[in-house]
């Protein structure tokens, strides 16, 4: 059987496996990738890991700034290919695009669609609460991430579990997914389900006021939103005047009268903290500029003593 002609789009380590799997299964024939971005403390020009893979691999990459420009749709129209797989590549396609592979765009989503379309699904499923999540691979549309679906896959969220361990998860179950619904397409047995708008809910990115706790919240609320922002960007409070990001928490059960905020007892473990349902108990948080840490270290070498309150 010949091979598709395959162009891919994506950009982090999550896009890796997808694109691995793809290069055995079709012959790719561009990577399209963000462009390098300053990072680090020397702010040096760094590759995405998806233009490390293909030029470990030797696929040709190109790196648009934008790819609505209409030189690059020149361009892959004239790649001409079969297919194109889109995974995070963190820009939105033109209907031209769209309208270039006989057959379409397929975009591996980190949900199970219709719910969390947007750009962290991954976070919210557990920011939210959810016991279950998947990875969704779907015909692109003009709409974001409403188009026909393809196949699912489904992945347990544990109670303890992080966005990065989820990320981890879903990533290789993302890349078997796609696998599958490259064999489904050339062999002519693919389906597509329309989804189902009514059922839909919204993923929105990440900014400071969500990575702010609310400590009027519950213990359980903070818990999930600790993990769901673990291991970027961070949940955070006020501590004397410093961001403290915290890394990992537990739920205490408890019944008294402390404002939310406040710290009611420095544990064996770390830092008991009142909120509007049960206490929260910090087990792990980070002072600006430096290393993550246990709370109880933290408490112990800065000699912590109450009251505290955290805003």
Known sequence: MIKLKAVFMGTPDFAVPCLEKLNTLCDVIAVVTQPDKKRGRGQKLTP???????????????????????????????LQPDIIIVVAF?????????????????????SLLPAYRGAAPIHWSIIRGEMKTGVTTMYMDAGLDTGDMILKTAV????????????????????NLLAETI??????TVQREKQDDSLSSYSPMLDDAIC??????????????????NSWPGAYGILNGQKMKIWRTAVVSSEGNAAPGEVTALTK???????????????ELQAPNKKKMSAKAYANGHKLQLPLKFA
């Open 48 to 78: 995405s890991p998806v233009k490390a893979f293909a030029l470990d691999n030797g696929l040709p990459v190109l790196q648009p700034a934008k790819v609505k420009a209409p030189e690059f749709v020149e361009k892959l129209q004239q």
């Open 90 to 110: 963190g820009q939105i396609l033109s209907p031209a695009i769209l309208a270039i592979p006989p057959k379409g765009c397929i975009n591996v989503h980190a």
């Open 156 to 175: 347990a969220i544990t109670t303890d579990m992080t966005t990065e361990e989820l990320h981890d998860k879903l990533m290789n179950a993302g890349a």
């Open 183 to 188: 064999k489904q397409i050339e062999d002519g």
């Open 212 to 229: 702010h706790i609310d400590w009027h919240k519950s213990a359980h609320d903070i818990h999930n939103l600790v993990r769901g922002l």
């Open 269 to 283: 473990n770390g830092l008991l903290v009142s909120t509007g349902k049960d206490s929260i108990e910090i087990l």
